[in-house]
């Protein structure tokens, strides 16, 4: 079995901060900016930041339509409510 690989959402926020934590922790993790980068990752962190900028920011990167696609499916984790 393959470790499974974090992808952390960066757009906005503590994204390198989150890079080093999951490293340190011996997690795989890439930061995920695209659609085909986000396909690739097993679970997403999402850094703290302004909502509505990273709102903008997935719509422009093209992020947006897949992720809500893969919380509706269940399979990107989430410890926090999303709207979908």
Same mark, same amino acid.
């Given at each position: 079995m393959t470790d499974p690989v974090i992808g952390v959402l960066a757009l906005q926020g503590? /994204?390198?901060e989150h890079l080093i934590a999951l490293a340190a922790a011996d997690a795989v993790a890439r +930061? /995920? $900016?695209r659609p085909e980068e986000l396909a690739e990752v097993d679970g997403l962190v999402v850094p703290g930041g %302004?909502?509505?900028t990273i709102s903008k920011l997935a719509v422009l990167?093209?992020?947006? %339509? +897949?992720?809500?696609? $893969? /919380? $509706?499916a269940g399979t990107c984790p989430s410890t926090a409510p999303v709207r979908a």
């Open positions: 503590d /994204v390198r +930061p /995920v $900016r %302004e909502s509505t990167f093209g992020v947006m %339509e +897949p992720l809500r696609a $893969r /919380v $509706r």
